[in-house]
């Protein structure tokens, strides 16, 4: 889980800036939001919120029936990140994960605070904007607002493998491994869950580690996996990767089996993706493991960092044990909010099932595993080998373990990722909102991609990457903010021309 904490990091690092009394979380994430993600622009203004709060709440205690029937309110026109101070826009998190729940059931870790839905659907916390005092008395005499607000989506459960294609970037795939290895993996990973790391710096409870495959044809690009592996985890310097285990070797190359045959079935490969082919396969070279104990461990909604895979990768991640919703919703671009409304899909991902989240999810989706009122208990078929010991595991009925299966591109190799002002490698990340987009390429304000008739293929043609400094996460929120877009050409990305040239015609790349 590489990404998973965007929010929540950024909350605990901006209220750990705070010098008085630590404001709501609404509060906290309300600054964000209008700071752009920016958590030193976020931290000034509340700091002068609050002086301003310390003076005007004495003057509102005077305050008699006069002053009581005049009420405040946002004003129509007031936006998300108007406040913004001009000239930041380049140096924020963009993408920091403040996606509205479409319920209350699906808040994520992240987004524990209830939101007021705003004018533009968009989450707002209730309180914490405020514009010019207004008559109560015009307020109630106003038509209702705007007529034309795109309706809300109720979330909606895929629950079979052909609704999860239909409406997702993803494909899910039931009974991957030989039972008794599916089971006897889950033990193993169970046991080794007992000294994976929590992460104490945010809230998101469940226990992680990361593990390096040793691949023969990576041999001389090991110690950039070992460099790569070591900054995995929010761009954190981490413990050094565990190796495959056994099991782990075994499943994975089932695994890798399935995600081959599924990448070729798809008709076109996206222009930055890596060009998977038969002669050059999709080859796990690194996982992520996460195990959640009961029904309350969460990872909030993110979607995963492209430091080390690069654009439009192709992710596979394996479930064990208990069956969990895994949650997915779009992140809708700015110019098509006014039309439509994300809707939020949830997945059950049970035991021994894969769901490969392909090319383009992690540029146009968020995912999270939300915390469930309750979690059906799971009885392994098999028990537990005899070198294992019940006592060495977290509980196997109400544990779910997960281990995404990925690729890390050479041309996104550790050498090759800049650093910032800090020296920590900066972070890559999509403009999933499609905000740094080219001005000509941007459709007219009413114009959906449907309507321009532009499909996936050419929004992804048109997606922008940054790299971003990410070391707030490590040092006490101070960051250098240092952010570029990616030039892949002039970056010298993509595959060595001189192999292109070999593989040419092999390819199944759409024209
Ligand atoms: O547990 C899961 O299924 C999701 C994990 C995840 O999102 C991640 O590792 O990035
Ligand atoms: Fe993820």
């Keep these: 889980m590489d990404d998973g904490h965007d929010t929540e990091m950024l909350l605990a690092m901006l209220s750990s800036m705070m010098e008085g009394p630590v404001p709501s979380q609404e509060v906290l994430l309300q600054a964000l939001v209008d700071a752009d993600g920016d958590i030193s622009v976020a931290a000034a203004a509340l700091k002068v919120t609050q002086k301003k709060q310390a003076s005007t709440s004495a003057n509102k205690r005077k305050r008699g029936l006069e002053g009581w029937i005049v009420s405040k309110r946002k004003p129509a026109e007031a936006k998300i990140g108007s406040s913004t101070p001009s000239g930041s826009s380049l140096h924020t998190h963009k993408d920091m994960g403040v996606v509205p729940s479409d319920s209350e059931e699906d808040s994520g870790a992240a987004e524990s605070v209830k939101f007021a839905k705003g004018e533009d659907g968009d989450a707002k916390p209730s309180k914490a904007r405020q514009g010019p005092p207004v008559s109560l008395m015009s307020v109630l005499k106003q038509a209702p607002s705007s007529p034309t607000r795109p309706p809300k989506l109720v979330p909606r459960t895929l629950g079979t493998p052909a609704l999860v294609a239909q409406h997702t970037p993803c494909t899910m795939h039931l009974s991957v491994l030989p039972p008794e290895l599916a089971c006897r993996l889950f033990y193993v990973m169970l046991r080794e869950a007992h000294g994976w790391s929590r992460n104490k710096l945010v809230e998101s409870p469940h226990k992680t580690s990361f593990y390096a495959r040793n691949l023969e044809e990576d041999l001389e690009g090991n110690e950039n996996m070992q460099e790569a592996a070591k900054y995995w985890y929010n761009g954190r310097p981490t413990a050094p990767p565990r190796p495959f285990l056994p099991e782990m070797e075994e499943a994975c190359e089932i695994i890798e089996h399935i995600v081959n045959t599924e990448i070729l079935k798809r008709e076109l490969l996206y222009p930055l993706e890596w060009p998977t082919t038969p002669e050059r396969p999709w080859r796990a070279n690194v996982a992520a493991a996460n195990c959640y104990t009961g029904s309350k461990e969460t990872v909030g909604w993110h979607s995963d960092q492209l430091t080390y895979l690069g654009p439009c990768p192709t992710i596979a991640s394996l479930s064990l044990g208990t069956t969990r919703k895994f949650s997915l919703r779009e992140v809708v671009p700015e110019w098509e909010k006014g039309e439509r409304n994300a809707q939020t899909f949830h997945v059950p991902v049970v035991h021994n099932s894969l769901l490969i989240m392909h090319a383009s999810c992690q540029e146009r989706f968020k995912h999270t595993i939300p915390p469930q009122q309750t979690i059906d208990a799971f009885k392994p078929p098999f028990p537990p080998p005899v070198s294992i010991d019940e006592d060495q595991m977290m509980p196997p009925t109400t544990s779910r373990i997960n281990i995404t ?80 877009v990616l030039d892949f050409t002039k970056e010298g990305r993509g595959l060595p021309e001189l192999e292109e040239d070999a593989l040419e015609g092999n390819t199944h790349i759409s024209s």
């Design 405 to 484: 299966f990925r690729f890390y591109r050479p041309d996104f190799a550790a050498k090759s990722i800049p650093r910032c002002q800090c020296d920590i490698p900066m972070i890559l990340r999509p403009d999933m909102k499609g905000k740094q987009r080219d001005s000509s390429i941007v459709p007219p304000s009413n114009g959906k991609m449907e309507d321009r008739g532009l499909s996936t293929w050419e929004e992804m043609a048109q997606m922008r990457y940054f790299w971003m400094c990410y070391s707030g996460a490590q040092n006490e929120g101070k960051a250098c903010n240092a952010f570029r």
